[in-house]
């Protein structure tokens, strides 16, 4: 019966004073803990009539050592033994070292575990950074090599550093060095303006419950979470070789951690006017010495601080990001070796074929006209001028058409002194008015001894062909036709447009 | 005799201690969370989470059959204590229990688990540390927090098998 008393009172006082500790502080739970025991301590001696009030103390000493350590595990060996002296009247100086040894040999198993515990908890911490980082490393990589395309790439390093499922930060930025220009400019960011433009786009992240790979392909396709930061750093222009923190990090080559807002630095106070950035770091992008950029990270909306860990866990993304760059800019520097003409920097024949070809495929049912255009007594030209002159020449008239054009992407050098414009979506007429607006640039444009060719200036013909009025929709019969119609053109007396009006050829 | 009584004490006040003391620290915190949530006007069941952060150890997709081969079954989420007598949780691990070994394969801290609404609260000061934590501790303690984290590291063990 008594023991039933005992276990029962036991657990009633430990679950009760359990609850009502949990509710309080730190500092109160301790305290609670230490009085649930004595109280426990209490309720036996009620039902036993403190007979074992000895052996009792060791449980205070144990609740004395757990809640407050050594002062709390002295204190109740103090306290317990005043006790016993209290209860039997006489100081017992072998009990109190005895219960000086229990204590020791207590605090060494309690300090033990808990060792084992802080170790346990520290491995795990380290176990999680590190495999964090593995796991962004490793998926980064592999969106990085399975990509050519720098937009794609940036977007990836971007989304990495600051999705949840990437490194977490709340903002990056990439700036682009161009040392032939002496600057360093804004390319491309991710992230809020503001805390509150953040967590609204946490909000809606989280309710979507996107991964990481899906924000890297909706930032592809809809990039409205960040459009007014892009917005903004496009327009930051920074002279390179100014005497600003950004070229010193670029010198460096190593990441700097800085406060924005403490900073005397032009470039850094700007990003703190324009974005309110404070604590950032910023890492040199960069290869084989060669300066591509700038990586800057932010903790805007939470302002959780970017400690060295933080920092050590982006050095190599931010190092395969530029690899990958590195990459990206030879792949385009030999692209454009194979697909622009040397001289005019116009597209070439090849990529001509190419965007032809891609056209009719992707838009066999859309409107496509081709203008093909020739210049008018370009021998004559050569002859009279020399072939330096005709490439000067031609260098000028491609910069003309350029800017003539609705997309000088279109633009292409066909051969010689022929040039050719793909207009998607024009028919014969709107291609013809290009075509026209081509013509009248080429007049109002004084070229260097163009008063030398026959009718006093440099003149053009031009012919225009459309799909809709072809007999059959092949890409050949639309070079031919709009060829046929140069011809026209050329023997009608040059210097105009001639449509191909959809006769047989 | 009384000295068994003593030994009797010390197990059922100690064993008490340690037997009761999670289940009535999630008691209290999804009672504060509760009051917490009442006193901001938000209903707990309505506020979005993620745990995106969540750390994998092992590689997806990995090769460990006992990894690659678990059933939903055997997955097991549970939240990790620092301590036994002062509950605190500091994360949810989940690992792989199979008659042979326990793996562990995922860890989501407590700091990482994402709840958009409390941050904003608490940024603009309608709640303070405390209460932002007590929340986030009932969240992510909460069975249909782990019953979720549970579908979330299947589905990525299914899929990515299913991708290889």
Not at chain 1, 46 to 69: A, E, K, P, R
Not at chain 1, 360 to 383: G, P, Q, W, Y
């Amino acid at each position: 019966m008594v023991y039933g008393l005992l276990i029962g009172g036991i657990v009633l006082i430990t679950i009760i004073l359990n609850i009502l500790r949990l509710m309080t502080t730190p500092a109160l739970n301790r305290w609670l803990l230490a009085g649930t025991s004595s109280l426990v301590v209490m309720w036996h001696g009620v039902l036993f009539d403190f007979y074992d009030l000895h052996w009792s103390v060791l449980l205070l000493i144990m609740t004395g050592l757990v809640c407050f350590h050594w002062k709390g595990m002295i204190t109740a060996i103090l306290v317990g033994w005043l006790l016993v002296y209290s209860q039997s009247g006489t100081l017992s100086f072998p009990l109190l070292l005895s219960y000086i040894f229990f204590g020791l040999g207590a605090a060494l198993l309690f300090g033990y575990v808990k060792q084992l515990k802080r170790e346990q908890s520290a491995r795990l911490r380290m176990l999680t950074a590190s495999s964090r980082q593995l796991n962004v490393f490793r998926e980064v990589s592999f969106t990085m090599q399975d990509t050519l395309d720098p937009d794609r790439l940036l977007q990836t390093i971007l989304t990495s550093v600051t999705a949840g499922h990437g490194l977490g930060f709340n903002r990056s930025i990439i700036f682009f060095a161009d040392l032939e220009k002496d600057s360093i400019y804004g390319v491309m960011g991710t992230g809020p303006m503001n805390p509150e433009d953040g967590f609204q786009i946490w909000e809606e992240i989280t309710r979507q419950h996107i991964d990481l790979q899906g924000l890297i392909d909706e930032k592809e396709t809809d990039s409205t979470h960040d459009e007014q930061l892009n917005e903004r750093i496009r327009k930051m222009t920074i002279p390179f070789h100014g005497n600003h923190l950004f070229k010193q990090t670029l010198d460096s080559g190593r990441p700097l951690h800085v406060y924005a807002s403490i900073t005397d630095d032009p470039v850094l106070r700007m990003l703190h006017t324009d974005l309110q950035m404070d604590e950032c770091t910023i890492f040199p992008l960069h290869h084989q010495g060669i300066p591509y950029g700038l990586l800057v990270i932010d903790n805007v909306v939470n302002k959780k601080p970017i400690t060295p860990q933080k920092i050590d866990s982006v050095r190599p993304i931010a190092e395969q990001a530029s690899l990958a760059l590195h990459q990206t800019m030879l792949y385009q520097r030999i692209e454009t070796l194979a697909l622009r003409d040397g001289l005019t920097r116009l597209k070439n024949h090849r990529s001509f074929e190419q965007d032809l070809d891609v056209l009719f495929r992707e838009c066999a049912t859309d409107e496509l006209s081709l203008i093909v255009m020739d210049i008018d007594h370009f021998k004559h030209f050569n002859d009279t001028n020399g072939h330096l002159a005709g490439n000067e020449l031609l260098t000028r008239l491609a910069s003309v058409i350029r800017r003539s054009v609705p997309d000088e992407q279109m633009a292409y050098r066909f051969g010689g002194e022929e040039f050719v414009v793909l207009l998607p979506q024009y028919d014969e007429v709107e291609a013809g008015q290009v075509a026209e607006t081509i013509r009248t640039a080429v007049l109002k444009t004084n070229f260097l001894n163009g008063e030398r060719q026959p009718g006093g200036q440099l003149t053009l013909s031009f012919g225009v062909a459309s799909k809709h009025t072809l007999q059959e929709q092949t890409l050949e019969q639309l070079i031919e036709c709009a060829d046929q119609a140069l011809y026209t053109a050329k023997s009608k007396g040059k210097n105009q447009v001639c449509r191909w009006e959809g006769v047989p050829l | 005799m009384t000295e068994f009584s003593v030994m009797i004490m010390t197990v059922t006040f100690i064993g008490c201690i340690l037997l009761t003391s999670q289940p009535c620290y999630r008691f209290v915190t999804g009672n504060l969370a509760r009051r917490h949530a009442a006193i901001l006007g938000v209903s707990l069941k309505d506020v979005s989470f993620s745990f995106d952060q969540m750390v994998y150890f092992i590689a997806l997709p990995t090769t460990i059959p006992e990894v690659r081969d678990a059933v939903k079954e055997e997955l097991v989420v549970e939240p990790y204590y620092d301590s036994y007598f002062f509950p605190e949780v500091n994360g949810v691990q989940v690992s792989v229990k199979s008659e042979s070994a326990v793996i562990p394969i995922a860890y989501l801290p407590i700091d990482d688990f994402s709840l958009p609404v409390l941050d904003r609260y608490l940024e603009t000061g309608k709640i303070n540390e405390r209460a932002n934590r007590t929340i986030r501790e009932h969240m992510i303690v909460h069975d249909r927090t782990l019953e979720a984290i549970r579908e979330e590291v299947y589905h990525h063990l299914h899929e990515d098998r299913l991708a290889q």
